[in-house]
C-alpha cells in the first residue's frame, strides 16, 4: 500500500531545494562588499523538480540515498541579472537578497508542512493519532 510515498519525496526535494538557495543567498551577503563579485541565485523549485512520464526524478546527495546513485545536490546556480551595479562592479542587491532570504523560509515552512500532514494522513491511516 505505501510502496511509493512521493509526498514525502517531494518535500524532502522543496526543504534541499530551499536549503541549497539559503546558501546562495548567504554566500551573496556575505560577499556584498567584494569588487566584481556577482549576485548568483538557483533555478525555481518548479524547475528542480522535474518529472518524467508522471515521476519524479532525484539526486542523491550520498550511496543508498533516496535508493539512487550517489551524487552532488545541483541547484542550478546562474548569475542574477541586475541593472543597478556598484561602481566596484558587484551587484548584490542586500534588499533583494532579504527579500529572497524571506522566500527561502516560506518555502521551508511549507515543505514541513506538507511532511507533517503527510505524517498526520499516514497515522490516522493506521489508527494512531
Known amino acids: 500500500m ?10 524532502h ?13 548567504a554566500s551573496n551577503i556575505a ?51 541586475s541593472a543597478d551595479s556598484n561602481p566596484n562592479g558587484n551587484s548584490v542587491s542586500l534588499e533583494e537578497e532579504m527579500l529572497k532570504g524571506v522566500d527561502v523560509k516560506r518555502q521551508h515552512d511549507k515543505a514541513v508542512a506538507i511532511y507533517r500532514s503527510g505524517l498526520s494522513v499516514l497515522r490516522a491511516s493506521i489508527g494512531r493519532r
Open 2 to 11: 505505501f510502496k511509493s510515498l512521493e509526498l514525502f519525496r517531494m518535500a
Open 13 to 25: 526535494a522543496m526543504a534541499s531545494h530551499a536549503g541549497a538557495r539559503q546558501g546562495v543567498i
Open 31 to 81: 560577499n556584498a562588499d567584494t569588487p566584481g563579485y556577482r549576485a548568483r541565485d538557483v533555478v525555481p523549485f518548479k524547475e528542480f523538480y522535474r518529472t518524467e512520464q508522471g515521476t519524479a526524478t532525484f539526486r542523491a546527495t550520498r550511496a543508498g540515498h533516496l535508493h539512487g546513485p550517489a551524487a552532488s545536490l545541483d541547484p542550478g546556480l546562474f548569475d542574477t541579472k
